[in-house]
């Protein structure tokens, strides 16, 4: 499985280069693909979500890595496909995430750590 994160580089505050080493080492200890695309423009998020469900379609899991600006790109990229989502929630609001976790706050450690568990590691 390939596991596409999808980053817009402008969203929220956390520091996204301790976010990503934690990320990547989980990933070593995973047998998947970790690939990184971060956004540049308004509209890339989807651009890139399209590229990678026709390319791999649900072969890959997009991660969006951002606020509700970038969900909402990536899901519009992914409609009508069976590519799956997950969302890393790293915008200010993160409004969309809150209601899917069904948490006030989100702590991006445990979303990080769901990696090796759904692959059962």
């Known amino acids: 499985m390939k596991y596409i994160f ?3 580089p402008i969203a929220g505050h956390d520091d996204k280069e301790k976010i990503f080493k934690r ?3 989980t990933f070593r200890l995973i047998d998947d693909e970790m690939i990184i695309e971060e ?3 308004r509209g890339e998020a989807k651009i890139i979500a399209e590229r990678y469900k026709n390319e ?4 890959c899991v997009i991660v969006s890595c951002g606020g509700d600006g970038t969900v909402h790109e990536i ?3 992914l409609a009508g496909s069976d590519t799956p989502m997950m969302i890393l929630p790293l915008g200010t609001g993160n409004d ?3 209601k899917v976790y069904n948490k006030k706050k989100i702590n991006v450690e445990n979303v990080i750590k769901a990696f090796g568990l759904y692959n059962g590691k």
Request: charged share 10%.
């Open 56 to 59: 791999y379609g649900s072969d």
């Open 75 to 77: 899901a519009n990229g």
């Open 6 to 8: 999808v980053i817009n």
């Open 39 to 41: 956004t540049h423009a």
């Open 23 to 25: 990320i990547a080492s």
């Open 96 to 98: 969309f995430a809150k």
